[in-house]
C-alpha cells in the first residue's frame, strides 16, 4: 500500500498463496512498507485479518549526522490528561521520570477549548483564529501552514508526525489535513488501512488483530528508534483514543508508557532529545468534569519536559531559568518558541541568554505571547498577556452564586441567547431554550460593581445540552469572555452539518 492522499491509498500489488508444507511464505518485493494480510481457513472463513508496517533502515550518510551541537525533539502527547490525573492515574510512568533529568511544569494552561486551538499555539505559534484567517483561510489543506516540522526539516532535521485516532486526527477532524505527506515518516496511511479495512470497534477505542491503535502509535515509535539515532530528528505523536473519553482509561496506558520512556534511555534516544510528555487539555466531559475540582483540571494539563543531563553543563543560565519556569504561567506559545531556542543550540550560551533576560525584563507589561522557557517568566505576567481568557484562566478565584441570583440567571438567559446566534446561519439546527440553570460562580472582582464575570453551567432543550460559559457584565452590558463549553457528550446530535466550529451546540 502507498498513500495517495490523506483518504485513500492505492494497493500497488496483490497477491494469494495457499500454506503448504512446500510453500510457507509469500516473497513481497523489496520497498514495500504498509501490507494488509487476510487469511481463509478451508471454509473460505476469514480467520486473520491485519495490517503490517516497516520503516526503512537510516541511509549509511545520515549515520554520521549526528552532532553534539544538534538536540532531537520528541512531543509525547496524550489528550484529555489534566496534570493531577496523570498522577493519579501513571504512577508508573510518573515514578520512572523521577529517575530522569527533567522539569515539571505546575502552571501549564490551555488556551482554548478543545485540541486544535490548543496545538496550533505549539506547531505554529498562532491561535486558531489566525491559522484560520491566514495559511488555512482557503481551507483546502494545511500544506502553506508554517509547521514547526517544517522549520526543523529546513535546518536539517528528519520528521515525523503519527496521531492513534483516524477520525479526529488534529488536522484531519472536520478539516482537510494534508495534500503533500507533511512529514518524512506519517502513520496516517497505515491507520487508513487498519481504520477501513482491519480494524474493529470496542467503545470509544478502535483495535486491529490484537492491538489498540495506540499500542500502534507507540510501535511506530519503537521503529523509528534507529532514525532517532542516526540523525536529528522532530517527531510529535499524539494519542487520543480512550484517554479523550474514560477518566481512568490513562491507568491502561501507565506500563506502556513507563516501557516506551525506559526504551528511549535505554537506547540514548535521550541522551540527545528534548522530550515533552504532555496534554493539550484536562478531561472536558463527564460527572468528574462537572465538579469543582474537575473543572479547575480541565485547565491545568500535563505538561514534563525531559532533557539530557549534558544540557546542564552546556547551557547553565537556559536551564537553570527552565527549572525556575516550573511554577510560573506557561502555554503552547511559550513552547513554541522554546522548541525553536533549539534551531540554534549555540545561543543558549549564558551570554546570548543574559542579553535577552535582559531585554525581556524591561518590557514591563508589553510582553510577548509566546516566551521561551529558556528565559525567565516575569512575574507580572497574566492570563492577558499569556493569550489565556479568563474562561480558562486558572489564576482566577471563583466564589459560588446562588441560581436564584438575577445575575446568574441574566448569565444564563445571555449564554442560551449567544448559542442561538452561533447557530442562526444552520436552518437544520433546533432554537434552544433555558432548561435550567445548574450552578454559577462570581469570578473575583474586588467588589466592582461596574464590571465584573459570571460562570454558570447550565442545560438546554431540546436535547438536555450541558453547557458552561463565562459572561462579563459591564455597567448594563453584557459580552461573552471566551467560548461557549459543552460539557456533556453530543454523540450524533449534530449528524445533519459539517461545522467542527458550532457541531456542539446544534441539535438536529
Known amino acids: 500500500m502507498t498513500r495517495r492522499n490523506e483518504y485513500k491509498n492505492d494497493c500497488k500489488l496483490s497477491g494469494k498463496f495457499s500454506l503448504r508444507r512446500s510453500q510457507k511464505y509469500y516473497e513481497v518485493p523489496a520497498g514495500e512498507l504498509i501490507l494488509r494480510v487476510q487469511c481463509y481457513n478451508e471454509k473460505h ?3 486473520y485479518h491485519d495490517v503490517h508496517f516497516f520503516l526503512p533502515a537510516p541511509k549509511p550518510a545520515q549515520e554520521q549526522q549526528q552532532q553534539a551541537d544538534r538536540l532531537s525533539v520528541m512531543i509525547l502527547g496524550i489528550d484529555s490528561l489534566a496534570h493531577m490525573n496523570f498522577l493519579r492515574m501513571m504512577p508508573q510512568t510518573a515514578a520512572y521520570i523521577k529517575q530522569l533529568p527533567h522539569v515539571e ?29 491566514g495559511c488555512y483561510a482557503n481551507k483546502t489543506s494545511f500544506d502553506h501552514c508554517p509547521l514547526l516540522w517544517q522549520q526543523f526539516k529546513a535546518a536539517g532535521y528528519n520528521t515525523s508526525f503519527a496521531e492513534d485516532s483516524y477520525y479526529i486526527g488534529t488536522f484531519n477532524y472536520l478539516k482537510s489535513g494534508f495534500r503533500q505527506q507533511p512529514t518524512d515518516f506519517y502513520l496516517r496511511p497505515v491507520l487508513h488501512e487498519m481504520h477501513y479495512e482491519s480494524g474493529q470497534s470496542m467503545g470509544k477505542f478502535r483495535c486491529t488483530g490484537n492491538r489498540k491503535f ?18 536529528p530528528h522532530f517527531s510529535f505523536f499524539w494519542e487520543t483514543e480512550g484517554v479523550h473519553d474514560y477518566f481512568n482509561y490513562p491507568k491502561l496506558r501507565d506500563a506502556d ?19 515533552l510528555l504532555m496534554a493539550d487539555h484536562g478531561l472536558r466531559f463527564g460527572r468528574y468534569r462537572n465538579t469543582y475540582q474537575g473543572m479547575q483540571e480541565e485547565n491545568q494539563p500535563l505538561l514534563i519536559a525531559l532533557y539530557p543531563s549534558w544540557l546542564d553543563a552546556a547551557f547553565p543560565l537556559a536551564m537553570s531559568h527552565l527549572r525556575s519556569n516550573a511554577h510560573s504561567l506557561v502555554t503552547t506559545f511559550d513552547l513554541h518558541v522554546t522548541l525553536k531556542d533549539i534551531l540554534l543550540l549555540p545561543l543558549l550560551g549564558d551570554r546570548h541568554v543574559a542579553a535577552r533576560a535582559d531585554a525581556l525584563s524591561k518590557l514591563d507589561s508589553q510582553l510577548p505571547r509566546g516566551i521561551s522557557l529558556f528565559l525567565p517568566i516575569p512575574q507580572q505576567r497574566d492570563c492577558q498577556t499569556a493569550g489565556i481568557l479568563s474562561e480558562y484562566c486558572s489564576c482566577h478565584k471563583l466564589s459560588s452564586m446562588a441560581s436564584a441570583d438575577p445575575r446568574a440567571q441574566r448569565a444564563a438567559q445571555y449564554m442560551v441567547k449567544s448559542i442561538n446566534k452561533l447557530i442562526s446561519n444552520e436552518p437544520l439546527c433546533q432554537r434552544l431554550r433555558l432548561q435550567r440553570l ?35 457584565f459591564l455597567d448594563n452590558t453584557l459580552a461573552l469572555n471566551g467560548d461557549i463549553q459543552r460539557t456533556n457528550k453530543y454523540g450524533n446530535q449534530s449528524y445533519c452539518i459539517q461545522n467542527y466550529h458550532i457541531e456542539m451546540y446544534c441539535y438536529c
Do not use: M
Request: glycine share 8%; charged share 20%.
Open 257 to 275: 508508557y513507563r516501557r516506551l520512556l525506559q526504551h528511549l534511555n535505554g537506547t540514548q534516544v535521550l541522551q540527545r532529545t528534548l522530550l
Open 45 to 47: 472463513q476469514s480467520i
Open 214 to 231: 495506540a499500542q500502534v502509535l507507540h510501535e511506530f515509535a519503537y521503529k523509528l528508534t534507529p532514525h532517532l539515532l542516526a540523525a
Open 438 to 472: 445548574e450552578v454559577a460562580y462570581l469570578y473575583d472582582s474586588a467588589n466592582n460593581q461596574r464590571e465584573f464575570e459570571v460562570k454558570v453551567r447550565l442545560f438546554t432543550r431540546p436535547g438536555g445540552g450541558q453547557f458552561e460559559g463565562t459572561t462579563r
Open 105 to 133: 511544569f505546575w502552571g501549564y494552561n490551555r488556551v482554548g477549548l478543545n485540541s486544535f486551538p490548543n496545538l496550533t499555539p505549539l506547531l505554529l505559534g498562532q491561535s486558531d483564529e489566525e491559522v484560520e484567517r
